[in-house]
């Protein structure tokens, strides 16, 4: 019984077929262009934008897919998500896991925004689903983070004094395949995910300039500085908002700290030290 992994060859997708083909289960990406997925693992053309690529990932012979993974790119990708899961139903797929995201926004209900949107349809639908809503990713320290401190030794963000449990690709990839072949290793159906520490990021700092033997700096910015920064990457006006608002509640609130207390969260067991030691080469200078 074949996983369908779509979002093509994101992180905690990559992570997930590995695991899921130590155990021998099948593995098909499904993906927008078929770039970045590993020589040897089938993938067709998904793209949730596109309804008529909906059709082809249960067309592959010799494929039976009993579970989907859903990663998605959008910020809100109910609208395609809805007729996806629709059909996916109608071919028999049995259980699904989402990659949504920690925090109030995602709760499920009316109310939910993005990821929780989608949650909520396959809750309120009586589906077989995961949820699996983890919290800043610790590889953001290289995908954000990794330019400038490879060319300036520093990087910037809004959180000063916020200190967050950093949750680690590999450690959701693990929850995902829980997920998929064991649920009951899961404390419940949507787990928040966190790493096993809170850690602030003048602390993580000290941190990459110990581990790479030179002076690495935490620079903090306002929001508005942040939000013009995600703008010049070209991420939407609605997007760059919302994430420089989660991270001003981080600073401001104390949610990553409230969340380790909530009795649905998984902990991790990468610590930031430890990802750091095991990823220094991704910050050596350019």
């Known amino acids: 019984m074949t996983t369908l992994i779509t979002g093509g060859a994101s992180q905690t997708g990559l992570a997930l077929a590995a695991l899921l083909q130590t155990e021998g289960i099948p593995v098909l990406f499904g993906s927008r262009s078929g770039r970045g997925v590993p020589a040897g693992i089938p993938s067709v053309k998904l793209d949730f934008t596109d309804p008529s690529t909906f059709e082809a990932p249960f067309s592959v ?92 030794n520093s990087f910037q963000n809004t959180m000063s004094k916020a200190r967050v449990p950093l949750i680690a690709v590999e450690d959701i990839a693990q929850a995902a395949f829980y997920a998929i072949t064991d649920i009951s290793k899961l404390p419940n159906r949507e787990p928040i995910l966190v790493g096993p520490e809170l850690v602030s990021y003048p602390e993580i700092a000290a941190i990459l300039t110990e581990t ?63 990802w750091i030691m095991k990823h220094k080469e991704e910050f050596a200078p350019a």
């Open 212 to 274: 790479l033997g030179r002076q690495i700096t935490h620079i903090t910015i306002s929001q508005d500085e942040l939000v013009k920064k995600y703008q010049t990457y070209g991420i939407p006006d609605a997007l760059a908002r919302y994430l420089a608002e989660i991270e001003g509640e981080e600073e401001t609130m104390g949610v990553g700290e409230a969340l380790m207390k909530d009795p649905r969260t998984l902990v991790g067991k990468l610590g930031v030290r430890d």
């Open 61 to 152: 012979e010799g494929h039976k897919i009993n579970s989907v993974y859903l990663v998605f790119a959008e910020f809100d990708p109910f609208p395609f998500a809805k007729p996806f899961i629709d059909l996916a139903v109608e071919k028999g797929v049995g259980r699904f896991v989402i990659l949504s995201a920690g925090g109030r926004r995602t709760e499920k209900g009316p109310d939910s925004i993005g990821m929780g949107k989608v949650h909520t349809y396959l809750d309120e639908k009586g589906l077989d689903y995961v949820s699996l809503r983890p919290i800043w990713f610790t590889e953001n320290l290289s995908r954000n983070y990794g330019y400038g401190i490879k060319q300036y």
